[in-house]
């Protein structure tokens, strides 16, 4: 009886573990955008900008592409990190620096913060200041001001614990709304959730860039100095292009895991094919 329990147990590891193969293809967006309004896109409609990096992705990227005749490059969930927003590391597409700012340009590691005439600047992430905290999606209960002095890692992290990260600024309003604060606080600076680390590469869904990433020759060069998103070939080889470029689009459409409740009986003897019959009705 114990060496069947064992058995059923095995099996039903092995049929589970099949069905948790979450399915996945990619659907070609033709609507030119840039990358960061079709990363939005992808994620509103979709599952995220497509991540290309296995033999297995390349094929259904030809596959999305051959199905409308495609012959040109799109973009992926592909981006070099240079400054970018703690929440769910968005790259920048809204800022406001000041004049000569942000000018720490060789060093590892910096942080950005708002100042009460509106403009941003750059300095150490070391250093302890007050700090906005995102907590809302509506305007007024947006940002939360924490005056007690942190590391801008520190602050990091008492936003993801407390609210839900350190502050992003999406465009005037809601820089003008920290200003006011500053203002009413009677208070100079505070920091905002935008860094800098060094350049590298990541997959938006936050994939481990693996070796199988298949470059163009020459590729990326930054040949314009600002190419920080990577486009793709229907072959799936990559290219670094200015983020800014309208191109069509690759999403990623992720499918369903179906749960199923299955009972199971026996006398003592366990059938294993008509228990894995009966389990795979299930799972279909």
């Known amino acids: 009886m114990m060496q069947n329990k064992i058995q059923l147990v095995i099996l039903l590891a092995g049929i589970l573990s099949m069905a ?50 495609f012959q040109s490059v799109a973009w992926i969930g592909f981006y070099k990190v240079v400054w970018h927003w703690s929440y769910q590391n968005t ?11 942000p000018n720490l340009l060789n060093t590892t590691e910096v942080c950005a913060l708002v100042k009460r005439n509106g403009r941003w600047a750059d300095t150490y992430c070391s250093e302890k200041r007050f700090f906005f905290c995102s907590d809302s999606y509506t305007l007024y209960y947006k940002f939360r001001y924490i005056e007690t002095s942190m590391t801008w890692h520190e602050a990091q992290t008492y936003c993801r614990t407390n609210y839900i990260d350190l502050a992003t600024v999406k465009d005037d309003n809601e820089n003008q709304f920290l200003v006011n604060k500053l203002n009413m606080e009677f208070d100079l600076e505070a920091w905002i959730g935008l860094s800098k680390t060094p350049g590298q590469w990541l997959w938006l869904d936050q994939t481990s860039v693996s070796s199988s990433v298949k ?20 072959d799936g080889e990559l290219s670094d292009d200015t983020c800014s470029t309208p191109l069509p689009f690759y999403c990623r459409e992720s499918g369903k895991i179906q749960r199923v409740r299955v009972a199971v009986k026996s006398d003592g003897y366990l059938n294993e094919s008509a228990v894995m019959e009966a389990i795979e009705k299930k799972v279909r």
């Open 91 to 101: 790259i920048i597409s809204y800022a406001r620096w000041d004049s000569s700012e």
């Open 20 to 69: 948790s193969c979450v399915p996945y293809k990619f659907i070609l967006i033709e609507e030119p955008k840039t990358w960061v309004e079709a990363q939005s896109y992808c994620r509103e409609k979709h599952t995220a900008l497509a991540t290309v990096q296995s033999d297995e992705d390349r094929a259904k990227l030809k596959e999305a592409a051959n199905a409308v005749n």
């Open 215 to 234: 470059w163009l020759s020459g590729q990326p060069d930054d040949a314009s100095g600002d190419e920080k998103c990577a486009i793709a070939s229907t």
